[in-house]
């Protein structure tokens, strides 16, 4: 069985799943990897690479076609990339096409809804996707090919053990407005209880979280610690893994949090539709309903530690069962044997995304993929992955996206 993966790049979080998956995978199926663009870190293309699997950049669009024409199964690896809506709006040869969507869905950047219907197969990285309005008005037939399969992935597991002696709380990921919670400084501040939480993640020593600590009451309980090499060695020793999100990202995977618990970290996230597919209240972890919430939940969790080692635990379970690249492997093994019983499809992507950049990009901001109120640029400013300048670094000289550049916040896709 050939499986192609198109993808614009295999770095970061997609990067770091397929390569787990190729470490997890039996034998029986060739994987050949097209991207779209160099990569910029080869190190998961050097990885998969040593497992026997082939990555290849492809620019030119006959070559694109061949490989689809050869494969026994296209999986389209989806985010709000302007390369990839390009490589849809013109017509692609018959193929099975699946989809994995490396978005929730449930915030800008939206997919446009109508990939479902032109697919074989369309598969969500995380069970709270399917927690969409819009999916329960698709006709059943069409919702039989929604599927979820994970790409956040635990450490391998610590032994055991009912013994708990880690005190440290931490914050690790992006430290970024981004996606960290604008409020992280204030629950902080607003803990009852003394404490102090390290931040682990690069930042801008001129950025917004800087400034928001130094406005604190108590800028001595933050340390920011920056990059590291070895998360697992800090998450070893976290007894509480504080990290509350924006309600609005579009995270799914949330690989830092699963990495976390694998190693017993209890975390204590918001009540965002990603982290509660993730966390059970009071069971492996505890989620706050807004960030005084927080405030409160963490200095009970400070005040009363003897509640830490069975969620730690809970945690380590959860994660050693539902958070592998093997369960995820064999899923999309079973998956792939469904979709060989299928016929190849012609599907007419361009009808749902539109043929032109300003089309592509209007997709990524309403929900039902249609400009039909007032448009939501990204929140990040102009130089976010998948923003409108990320679009302008692709297609510098549209017309149509050039009209809407005015509105952003200066500066460039890096």
């Not at 598969?123 to 709270?128: D, G, K, L, P, R």
């Not at 969409?132 to 919702?143: H, I, M, Y």
């Amino acid at each position: 069985m050939k499986i192609l993966h198109l993808m614009p790049h295999l770095g970061g979080g997609v990067g770091k799943a397929h390569s787990a998956l190729r470490h997890a995978a039996s034998g029986g199926i060739e994987h050949h990897y097209l991207l779209l663009e160099e990569p910029r870190d080869r190190r998961f293309v050097e990885q998969i690479e040593a497992l026997g699997s082939t990555v290849d950049v492809c620019l030119d669009r006959s070559s694109i076609e061949a490989h689809v024409a050869a494969a026994d199964i296209v999986q389209i690896e989806w985010w709000n990339h302007p390369l990839l809506y390009r490589l849809l709006s013109k017509p692609l040869p018959e193929a099975r096409y699946v989809f994995w969507v490396h978005i929730s869905g449930l915030n800008a950047p939206y997919y446009p809804p109508g990939l479902i219907e032109r697919s074989s197969r369309f598969v969500y990285t995380s069970s709270c996707s399917l927690d969409w309005d819009g999916l329960s008005g698709l006709p059943a037939q069409v919702r039989d090919r929604l599927a979820v399969i994970g790409s956040g992935f635990g450490f391998d597991p610590l032994s055991l053990s009912s013994t708990y002696q880690k005190s440290q709380v931490t914050y690790l990921g992006t430290v970024d407005f981004v996606k960290m919670h604008p409020e992280l400084f204030a629950i902080i501040d607003g803990c009852p209880e003394d404490c102090h939480v390290t931040l682990y993640g690069a930042f801008d020593a001129e950025g917004e979280p800087v400034r928001a600590w130094r406005a604190m009451r108590h800028p001595e309980r933050v340390t920011f610690a920056g990059q590291i090499a070895d998360p697992r060695a800090v998450l070893e020793q976290t007894a509480i893994f504080l990290y509350p999100l924006r309600p609005d990202h579009y995270g799914t995977a949330e690989n830092a949090l699963i990495e976390a618990m694998s190693v017993g970290a209890v975390p204590l996230v918001m009540a965002n539709p990603a982290e509660m597919a993730i966390v059970r209240h009071g069971v492996n972890g505890v989620v706050a309903a807004d960030p005084a919430d927080a405030a409160a939940k963490l200095a009970d969790l400070l005040r009363h530690r003897e509640q830490l080692a069975p969620m730690s635990m809970a945690a380590m379970q959860d994660a050693a069962s539902l958070y592998t690249p093997t369960r995820s492997a064999r899923l999309f093994q079973d998956l792939y044997r469904d979709v060989m019983t299928t016929p190849k499809i012609a599907p007419d992507f361009a009808s749902v995304i539109g043929s032109e950049p300003l089309q592509w990009f209007l997709s990524t901001q309403f929900p039902d993929g249609r400009a039909t109120g007032d448009l939501r640029l990204s929140r990040t400013g102009s130089s976010s992955k998948g923003s409108l300048d990320h679009f302008l670094a692709v297609f510098p000289d549209d017309e149509g996206l050039l009209s809407l550049r005015p509105t952003t916040q200066p500066g460039a896709y890096p």
